[in-house]
Each structure stands twice: as C-alpha cells, then as structure tokens.
C-alpha cells in the first residue's frame, strides 16, 4: 500500500510540525540530522512534510 502525506501529517499540535522541519532543512541541517534529533520522525514523514 502506497502512503500519501496525508498518512504522515496531522494537526493535533502534539508533534514535530512540518515548519519546524522545514526550517531546519533551510538552515542547512541534513534529513540524517533531524533524524537523530528527533528519533520519532522517519524519512518517510520528514519527505511528507516537504
């Protein structure tokens, strides 16, 4: 089964939001780094969120 973003983006205000991550992506931080900040995320969300 093919997931959408839909599956991975929520707005509950409880998690890691998608502008957190994209600032940190703008700021130079790697997708590997955010990772290992943030062990919840996978790869998977973190693309979702782009």
């Known amino acids: ?14 998690r890691v939001t998608v ?3 994209l600032e940190k992506l703008a700021a130079g ?7 290992d900040e943030h062990p919840r995320l996978t790869k998977e969300r973190v693309y979702a969120g782009l």
């Open 29 to 35: 931080e790697t997708v590997e780094q955010i990772l």
């Open 1 to 14: 089964m093919i997931k959408e973003w839909r599956d991975f983006i929520k707005s509950d205000g409880t």
């Open 19 to 21: 502008e957190l991550i």
